[in-house]
């Protein structure tokens, strides 16, 4: 989890703290309407008694019952209980909605030049067209957008290449191009194009755009419950009308033995017992998970997806770019017999002067090191540069009539009759490939010279991502275009558990599909249209944000770095969410003991005094207890937002040891933080004489 | 406490670890509907019944259909039970001429056989004829048992099952265990009995003179056909109103072990049939040693108490060497009353060899304790299996989460719908436990009957409901039973019984049609040492802490009162 990059943890700075508090104070006190408290039952159900005793207290009051002191105080906590648990969920919503807010700055209200198709039904840039205002614009316009416009809204470029600023939305300042065709087709609203002109077919409905969601999203507007806080709504419920039993029969027991105690006491007690810590931050635990997502610049379209995320089993990696650095390297030179691997390291170094590809800039950077072969300027040799395309399969120079070609094995061999020397750099290319290596034949003038063994860099640091992995129960699948052989061959040297090969989309969606079967929830990332169906198909579909519009659609997250290794880390942040939660009910109930030695000797000592052995906190008076323990019960609460914010410590070790871990800090500090808490607070309340 | 006290227990608990496999491997095949040396005997009569009745046996029930099964038969047993009891005195077998049975008395005792509580407000021999104590009691004890084990196996079945709606067969089930575990091991433990001294005989009272010259009249009738599923079956209704305190129920020190030993032997079984039909029988003896741990301690406080004698007593000038001997048998002794009394009220089989009532506070704490937390430290005959399920869902939950992955047990996920079954099972309990306590204690027809005013009298009321709730059917004694007892505490046994069943064969259903999760090594493995600490930490803080107000005022207090010489 330390791969924040730079302008995230800018754009976090940018919300300072005391920004948010007082929007969160002032929120605290609108959500004890009754009808948002309702959603969460537990804080709902500590609303209700506080109200009955506020009544009791205003009653007493007006009958100027003696001693009101230890009454009011009492009402004051169990506020400041609802208050605190409501200023919880404030705060981790008000983060979201400073984000929006400065989301909804970058909307301006653009007018958008909406084109008419011409006589052939087409549109160009030339064409005839009118300026409507962007809200205006319906799924299927189309708009042209020139250097210095907004994109009015979401669409696909189906003509021009423009580069475009998208760091209203990614937060990335560089900008990027966007192209008709391909995988880079797609527009997001907000986004404004610096230069060239694209024209644009919209797809989205206004209000339903990228930027309309994302602002919904990060605001909570759509805030569902997921399906585990659900289940865990209904064991906290569960666990609150227990304690309704228990402390509703007391009443008649207290009678039975000769004694009475006051609606107030049952109150606090009441309202120690049941989970109010946990009850009072599992809100604010689910948005600051979202939020963590966001704030690492992925976005989730629903808490679902986050949650599913820390289930996942299977994680299917592309090689290129999450395992390999995006570019292979060139790693020999291998002639065939009868050449020197110095003319071959030179002939190659020729045709790789002018490539700027990554992989033509590490043949010079070869030839360098092996042969020591310095850089030749092209224009002295008189030689033009023929670049690689599609079709040829292959690039090279030309020097006068001299033509020197590197490329694709097949294509080159193509060109030159059968003969030993093409026997020998096949079979030298198929063991190149063998090994996991991309093999380049080079060519001069019909002369085949050798191949260069073009090698795929597994990432630094890989290998141990992946074992750590494995210790977390996920096992990688690795997705290549590449051979069997060669996929082998890199599979092995990264680590991975298991590689799909030759993948075609096809392939992809039924290696998904026969995980599922096995019970087995997988995560995968994608980018192009092709992606589309297995992106939908899988259960955490993390979309690249500079994919195509349908793989966007399809995902249900949404990387704005676009960077495939995140996917990892979304992993973490699931879990994360999902241990915050378990840690805190743990320790809620663990408080549990504690708050019992605290009032049971307290309520009971009027009428069997021998109950005072039970108070081994050594309380000083039987009000000092109770009003030690609501304020514990409340203060807690305040204190553990920064955890609940910021989650637990997520370590990717194995299931019992994380268990372990914290059973100990949550589970035992629970049960004993108690105890030195309301004992610390007892002291003060009486020290300074409150009780 | 003595070293053979400590033996006592150690090798009581060593005969249940050994009994464990085989008797978890008998009920595994039976359940499966295997052949075994009963069934090639008795298959016959299953077969004729499944033909009388009309049931096909390999036609597998929904979860509905298996708790509607259950449901209505329970109801044709009642409507028996309770027209035997208040018709026997125009039966036949009624030699001592027994009247009819009261009909708050008659309702309270069908509803107390029939959910294997065995509750019992009126003194057998004083009150039932022998065909009341053949036809309808004893039978309610065989077929309460099977019905429970049944409702177990149905929820192992449901963890076992993937994507399919079905749980098994309720009367093929109920039959099998009939006829092929209780009624062959009963017949082989009822001779045993015999041999031991335990009369088995119609004839009515049997008058005699003692060497005093006083008139006596002895009792007498079926009592070791009785008593061998009594135990067995975890019901625990005495032939007698002293129940295993009774010479003729529990003659010496050899039958008290084989009883206790008896009162586990099913409960144990079948977490090693749960291991087994779960396909790893770690996961069985998981559950087994979570058990094992809360009725060690337990156990432990029992005996510790009671080896200490009442202060109260000493300072009479009483040698307090003999521990605290008031209420119990001489014959047995103080570890054989106290392990007695844990094994009873751990399991849910509510027979006594010495009176609860006359435990030290903590003494009888214990029982109060173990009865509270549901019954699931072996329990009743299935009924403590899947009550153990429960605390295992919520603490598997707790698990799932602190781990950061969805919880799951056994492979099949923890959702919304499972933990709201559980909570709905898991509620009913403190419910009736403390919500009749409440009422029973401040209405008159309520206080009326507990014998002892103070924090005793509580403990009698509180342990009444609990034992009621928790289908146990031990009392504190002391308490004379009246119409608002026998109305109240007849409710409470229901709630306790069904519901739990309905809502546990619920989850079985919702399970069931699950997909199975694979285990990783991100799932939290539910047979190591850590889930075993965990489920019986959640069994003490969500079972327990509830109780503790209730308690305070009861035995704690009492505890307290007896430190410091204060009696009430």
Redesign the interface.
Known sequence: MNTHSSHSSARQGSLRRTDLILPAIVESFHKLDPRIMWRNPVMFVVEIVTILTTILLIRDLLTHAPQPGFAIQINLWLWFTLLFANFAEAIAEGRGKAQADSLRRTRTETRARRLLANDMGAYTRLGLYQQIPAPELQPGDVVLVEAGDFVPSDGEVIDGIASVDESAITGESAPVIRESGGDRSAVTGGTRVLSDWIIVRITAAQGSTFLDRMIALVEGAQRQKTPNEIALTILLAGMTLIFIFAVATIPSFAAYAGGHISVLILVALFVTLIPTTIGGLLSAIGIAGMDRLIRFNVLAMSGRAVEAAGDVDTLLLDKTGTITIGDRQAADFIPVPGIMARELADTAQLASLADETPEGRSIVVLAKERFDIRGREMHALDAHFVPFTAQTRMSGVDIGTRQIRKGAVDSVLATVPPGPAERALRDIAETVARGGGTPLAVVDGGRLLGVVHLKDVVKGGIRERFAELRRMGIRTVMITGDNPLTAAAIAAESGVDDFLAQATPEAKLTLIRREQADGKLVAMCGDGTNDAPALAQADVGVAMNTGTMAAREAGNMVDLDSDPTKLIEIVGIGKQLLMTRGALTTFSIANDVAKYFAIIPAMFIGFYPQLGALNIMHLVTPQSAILSAIIFNALIIVALIPLALRGVHYRPVGAEALLRRNLLVYGLGGLVAPFVGIKLIDMLVTSFGLV | MSVTGWTTILVFFLTIVVLARPVGGVLTRVLAGERTLPSRILGPLERAFYRLSGVNPDEEQSWSQYALAVLAFKLVCFVAVYLILRLQAHLPLNPAGQAAVAPDLAYNTAISFLTNTNWQSYAGETTMSHLSQMLALTVQNFVSAAAGIAVAAAVIRGFTRREVGTIGNFWADLTRLTLYVLLPACLVLALFFVWQGVPQSLSGVVDATTLEGAHQTIALGPVASQEAIKMLGTNGGGFFNTNSAHPFENPDALTNFVQMVCIFALGAGLTNMFGRMVGNERQGWAIFAAMSVLFMVGAGILYWSESHANPAFAALGVDPIQGNMEGKEVRFGIVGSALFAAVTTDASCGAVNAMHESFLPLGGMVPLVNMMLGEIIFGGVGSGLYGFILFAI?AV??????????PEYL?KK???RE??M???A??CL??VM??F???A??VSPG?SALSAA??H??SEALYAYTSAAANNGSAFSGLTANPFWNVTLGIGMMIGRFFVIVPVLAIAGAMAVK????T??????TD?G?FIG?VT?VIL??GG??????L??GP??EH??ML?G?FS
Not at chain 2, 397 to 406: K, N, S
Not at chain 2, 515 to 518: E, I, R
Not at chain 2, 520 to 525: A, D, I, V, Y
């Open positions: 919520i939950f707790m698990a799932g989460l602190m781990v950061g992955r969805t492979g923890i959702e919304a933990l709201k559980t909570m709905l898991v509620l403190p419910l403390l919500g306590t409440a009422l204690v401040v206080t103070g924090p009298g509580f997909k199975n999760v694979p990783t090594s991100g799932t939290f493995p190591g850590l965990l930490g803080i969500v802490l509830t109780f503790l107000p209730a305070a005022l704690i207090v307290l009162s410091r204060i």
